[in-house]
Antibody
């Protein structure tokens, strides 16, 4: 079955760059869109960005200036970079497969990233 | 940006009762790309409904979605103990994709 798994540092210092990788199994990143979504502790969900298998990207304007999403089909992975982080970026970060019709149908378990010195 | 407003914030129900959750959009979701997710504590969201009314794989038929344009509903015909959770609506019609603030379904 389709599985996604986030990996990366759990603690990032303020003003530094948050980097996460999502490894996909049971499906190929040469199809669909691939998303990043985050959830601050005790709060709701915020869509960050997605990348199409062709490489085209779409970002949330609220984060656009600080975010980069990329895709490595040879490794069946996609990644997120968020720079100049502050405490407000502390959240559980989820990766997900996005289908234009079927929404976000598969999700990773999530990775808690804390921004703190 | 399409803002989604969910109501009520919390719904207190007994097992076996009917749950009706509302999601109102600030603009028409023109392509019917409206989804519902269930999230339990410490877990990732799980897709329940996509394209307004289509159930995702493995979702019981007590869950149903409906609505159009700016007003959408998720109905649980008879709430079971495993259904107590937070529910989010999402529009994936227009970028940026957006989620509602959530409705918590709790045991009365």
């Amino acid at each position: 079955q389709v599985q996604l798994q986030e990996s990366g540092p759990a603690l990032v210092k303020p003003s530094e760059t948050l980097s996460l990788i999502c490894t996909v199994s049971g499906a190929s990143t040469t199809t669909h869109y691939w998303s990043w979504i985050r959830q601050p502790p005790g709060r709701g969900l915020e869509w960050i960005a997605y990348i199409h298998y062709s490489g085209s990207t779409t970002y949330n304007p609220s984060l656009r200036s600080r975010v980069t999403i990329s895709l490595d089909t040879s490794k069946n992975q996609f990644s997120l970079e968020l720079n100049s982080v502050t405490a407000a970026d502390t959240a559980v970060y989820y990766c997900a497969r996005h289908d234009g019709l079927n929404a976000d149908d598969y999700w990773g378990q999530g990775a808690l990233v804390t921004v703190s010195s | 940006e399409i803002v989604l407003t969910q109501s009520p914030g919390t719904l207190s129900l007994s097992p076996g009762e009917r749950a009706t959750l509302s999601c109102r959009a600030s603009q028409t979701v023109s392509s019917s790309r409206l989804a519902w997710y269930q999230q339990k504590p410490g877990q990732a969201p799980r897709l329940l409904i996509y394209y307004v009314s289509r159930r995702a794989t493995g979702i019981p038929d007590r869950f149903s979605g409906g609505g159009s344009a700016t007003d959408f509903t998720l109905t649980i015909s008879r709430v079971e103990s495993e259904d107590f959770a937070v529910y989010y609506c999402q529009q994936y019609d227009t970028s940026p994709l957006t989620f509602g603030g959530g409705t918590k379904v709790e045991i009365k």
